[in-house]
């Protein structure tokens, strides 16, 4: 079997005339590979908080584990449940459990793409909205990235479209760009950029988010 971890953590502390915030924010993600690597076993999961002495502001985890089994060099199955809760989103809790395939479009020394389509049954929980809806959703994402023969830095970029089946005008699209650049075998800083876009929400209203994190990371 062979194990990989890594784990991500930011702190940021602000200041504005005596009004105090602090932002924590951590990652951890592992990943199993069978010793005939037909079998990936991966788990990810993070946590931010922001916390002011007048209160809790924010409040946010996410937590995804995901099967993967090799049918050829270009094909694999892939399953996974995923739960997330954000308390400033209009959907503050979604769970969900998926399968589809996963494909290897690009395969090069330094350059890498990935695909994958899969259908997804939800459950979503809006306090604001008072509603639990239970969809059944259609997922496609590609990723890319780019490792220089130097080794000085890696880049990636994944993009999710995620339409209703039954409403193809109800949609999410999400984004997540990320930049490493390793100090030693096994530390790093790290960019990471988010984007969440949702077309329709339980109020029939459109929501979008994005942060922008810079943090520093250790994996072996």
């Excluded at 990810?44 to 995804?64: C, M, P, R, T, Y």
């Excluded at 209009?90 to 020394?109: C, D, P, S, T, Y």
């Amino acid at each position: 079997m062979r194990f990989t971890l890594n784990a991500d953590f930011s702190f940021n502390h602000t200041n504005n005339d005596g009004e105090q915030v602090n932002q924590i924010d951590a990652a951890l993600s592992t990943q199993l590979k069978s010793k005939d690597l037909k079998k990936i076993y991966f788990f990810l999961g993070n946590d931010k908080v922001i916390d002011s002495e007048e209160g809790n502001l924010q409040n946010a985890w996410f937590l995804h584990g995901r099967f993967n089994y090799k049918l050829n060099d270009l094909l694999r199955l892939e399953s996974f449940l995923q739960g997330q809760y954000n308390q400033l989103l209009v959907v503050e809790q979604r769970n969900l459990i998926g399968a589809g395939l996963w494909w290897k479009w690009v395969n090069k020394e330094r350059f890498t793409g990935y695909g994958g389509n899969s259908y997804m049954y939800e459950v979503e929980f809006s306090e604001q909205a008072g509603t639990t809806n239970y969809n059944h959703r259609n997922s496609t994402y590609l990723t890319l990235s780019y490792t220089p023969k130097s080794q000085k830095f890696s880049v990636a970029n994944t993009v999710y479209y995620q339409p209703l089946y039954r409403e193809l005008g109800d949609y999410r699209i999400l984004e997540q760009f990320r930049l490493d650049v390793p100090l030693s075998s096994w530390l790093k800083v790290f960019t990471l950029y988010n984007y969440y876009y949702d077309s329709k929400t339980p109020l029939k209203t459109e929501e979008y988010t994005s942060d922008l994190n810079i943090g520093v990371g250790i994996g072996f």
